[in-house]
């Protein structure tokens, strides 16, 4: 029986568990089960699914199970932002709203009709999206919301995941960071704000580190997986990007390296001791969150891929190619040279991307892609170009222009994307690890 570690990554769009054992002093990775996750509209909202994510997720331990693992810990991470509340009793009210939902909508501008943003980017250090846990508790307080008055616990996604296996309550670091709820230099909830705002201040929960042991997975659960011994689950830098950011094989030869975690989002930055705070700061959009051992991941969110796997869905649908290995060949060869903004709010949840491209191209004097591989070109283009904007905001408020880019994650594969960068940034481009999430997510649990 081999012993391993367990990293159960969510994804915007799918879930994996996957074990993670030495042998020969290396560190080696077996996909146990991919899982899909969806968005699901049911009546004004979007939600995720989170009872049959759970599922899933028992579903992969028992299979790691039934594999021949014995599993010494398990370790989550998710994407940031969204969270569950749980009432007094541990039941959990209603499923989570998805952060791509509309709730949130005019909420910043109401916030800071109360708040001043540049003292409130000075405490939170945090960029400003409609889609943080701030604003969408806020617009559940302007809506009076039922559920708020009922609710003893918030906990984001990979706090509710670990608290349905351990029955222990806790927010950990570097999810809590993305909220834009925290004080980012104690590393502590900022009540001021909390109160300020009219928000329950009971429902936040202690903040633990990363690499603390969260639990261990309940008699009950145990049973269910056919488990006789117990499992620790351990709080993993638990944002998706800082665990992937802790696997960033940074060279120490002096040279400036930033990092771009490539997937449904694209988070481009640098690994800080301290955070930035700068009005510069504020106003060029940056964040900074939490990373292991008390770091900062000082970056911008900037919409990924999400673009491109949205049009590869509609493209399903429609019967048409979906094939990396013809699209992107397809594309290199086009003449497009038309530049959208991936972070317009047109795209961010459309009935139909493709539309939407054609929409944005028109409107702003563009070409208006026509074939597959023009959209894939649009598409990638306009990535490297707001990479390489991102890293120009970067170097004005770093004491040395960057020269190194980290590119990882499952964009890191897109060879096509990876020198479309390299071009419009000027910089040295290393792709990998594409499983940067699941190693640093292991590589915490063996802390």
Same mark, same amino acid.
């Given at each position: ?39 699901? =509209? ?8 989170? /009872?049959? &994510?759970? #599922?899933?997720?028992?579903?992969? !331990?028992? *299979? ?122 104690? =590393? ?8 300020? /705002?009219? &928000?329950? #201040?009971?429902?936040?929960?202690? !903040?633990? *580190? ?238």
């Amino acid at each position: 029986m081999r012993e391993a570690k367990l990293a159960i990554d969510f994804g915007g769009g799918s879930g994996r568990v996957i074990a993670g054992y030495t042998s020969n002093g290396e560190l080696c990775l077996d996909t146990i089960y991919r899982f899909q996750n969806r968005q699901v =509209r049911v009546g004004d909202h979007i939600y995720w699914d989170f /009872l049959s &994510l759970f #599922e899933d997720m028992k579903r992969g !331990i028992r *299979m790691a199970v039934e594999k021949g693992y014995k599993i010494s810990s398990i370790g989550i991470d998710t994407w940031g932002v969204d969270f569950g509340l749980v009432d007094k009793n541990g039941n959990l009210i209603g499923n989570p709203v998805c952060y791509r939902d509309s709730r949130t909508e005019g909420m910043p501008e109401k916030v800071f009709s109360i708040v001043d943003r540049s003292e409130h980017y000075s405490i939170s250090g945090t960029q400003v999206m409609s889609i943080n846990t701030l604003f969408q508790l806020y617009a559940m307080k302007e809506e009076n919301s039922p559920l708020l008055s009922v609710a003893d616990k918030l906990l984001f996604m990979p706090d509710l995941f670990s608290y349905y296996l351990t029955g222990v309550a806790n927010n950990e670091y570097s999810i809590a960071s993305t909220s834009e709820l925290m004080d980012i230099k104690a =590393r502590t909830w900022n009540y001021s704000l909390i109160k300020e /705002l009219g &928000l329950p #201040e009971h429902i936040f929960c202690d !903040i633990v *580190m990363p690499g603390q042991e969260r639990g261990v997975l309940k008699p009950e659960i145990k049973e269910e997986l056919g488990l006789d011994y117990d499992v620790k689950v351990i709080a993993v830098a638990s944002h998706d990007t800082a665990s992937a950011v802790y696997a960033v094989p940074f060279k120490k030869d002096g040279k400036v390296s930033a990092f771009l975690s490539s997937g449904t989002w694209s988070l481009l930055g640098v690994v800080a001791d301290e955070p930035i705070l700068s009005e510069e700061a504020r106003v060029n959009g940056f964040t900074n969150e939490g990373g292991v051992g008390g770091k900062i991941c000082f970056l911008q969110n900037i919409t990924g891929l999400w673009i491109l796997q949205k049009l590869m869905s509609e493209w399903a649908e429609e019967g048409k190619c979906t094939e990396y290995d013809i699209l992107l060949p397809e594309a290199e060869k086009t003449d497009i040279t038309s530049i959208i903004d991936v972070d317009d709010n047109i795209f961010t949840s459309p009935i139909n991307m493709a539309e939407a491209i054609i929409s944005y191209c028109r409107n702003n004097g563009q070409q208006v892609p026509d074939t597959q591989g023009e959209f894939v070109k649009c598409v990638l283009l306009s990535l490297a170009d707001r990479y390489r904007k991102g890293v120009e905001g970067l170097n004005k408020l770093l004491p040395r222009p960057i020269e190194r880019l980290h590119i990882i994650g499952g964009g890191s594969q897109n060879k096509y994307l990876n020198r479309l960068t390299a071009m419009a940034t000027g910089l040295e481009v290393e792709a990998g690890p594409v499983e940067a999430t699941a190693i640093g997510n292991i590589l915490v649990q063996s802390l």
